[in-house]
């Protein structure tokens, strides 16, 4: 049963709406409405986007790809089509949007996409990756530093070459087991 909002509530709540932006598609994908904080997030008032095809908001590598209109495809032939990418603002800055566009009901034949800018914890989460794995190579040098000194000394001491065999196998398995933490982020 289709739901039916009193507008001014939900002009209220798109007027509102802080870290948000909210903007209607038709099925070509030229902007219609520009709500929510839009403005806020890309830099662009209403009046320079309104009646412009929205990929204008994606990079150019996005733009060349068609990635916007493979979006719109994609929401009404799902339903939904969520994304989280970088976007472009009006001053040529980028920023990490997620969002969703979805068809909307009614004979409009329009689409709405929403998004909010999440650039700080995209920062943070390239930033854990690059420590992980600058941790990984530092423990993965030292490991093959402990091998060889291992080897090395246990071989002046005249050990059995089984012995170091082992020894060294061991310390194999010990930086397989390392890489798979790594690769599942620790978990």
């Known amino acids: 049963m289709p739901f039916t909002a009193n507008p001014d509530l939900a002009?209220?709540?798109l007027n509102n709406l802080r870290g948000y932006a909210v903007l209607t598609l038709d099925v070509g994908g030229v902007i219609t409405n520009w709500l929510g904080?839009?403005?806020?997030?890309?830099g662009y008032h209403s009046a320079e986007v309104v009646g412009r095809h929205f990929s204008m908001l994606f990079t150019d590598v996005d733009q060349a790809a068609g990635t916007a209109d493979i979006e719109i495809a994609m929401a009404l032939e799902k339903g939904r089509a969520e994304d989280s990418r970088w976007h472009q603002r009006k001053d040529g800055g980028r920023f990490w949007a997620?969002?969703?566009?979805?068809?909307?009901?009614?004979d409009h034949g329009e689409l709405v996409k929403i998004f909010r800018d999440e650039?700080?914890?995209?920062r943070a989460e390239d930033q854990r990756v690059l420590l992980l794995n600058e941790l990984n190579h530092r423990v993965k040098n030292t490991l093959a530093t402990v091998q060889s000194i291992v080897e090395q000394t246990l071989?002046?001491?005249?050990?059995?070459?089984?012995?170091?065999a082992d020894l060294t196998?061991?310390?194999i398995a010990l930086a397989r087991a390392h890489n798979v933490l790594v690769s599942e982020s620790w978990a």
């Open 11 to 13: 002009a209220l709540i």
């Open 169 to 171: 196998d061991r310390l």
């Open 98 to 106: 997620n969002g969703v566009t979805l068809p909307m009901t009614g």
């Open 119 to 122: 650039t700080p914890a995209k």
């Open 37 to 42: 904080d839009a403005e806020t997030l890309t």
């Open 155 to 164: 071989r002046a001491a005249g050990v059995d070459g089984h012995v170091r």
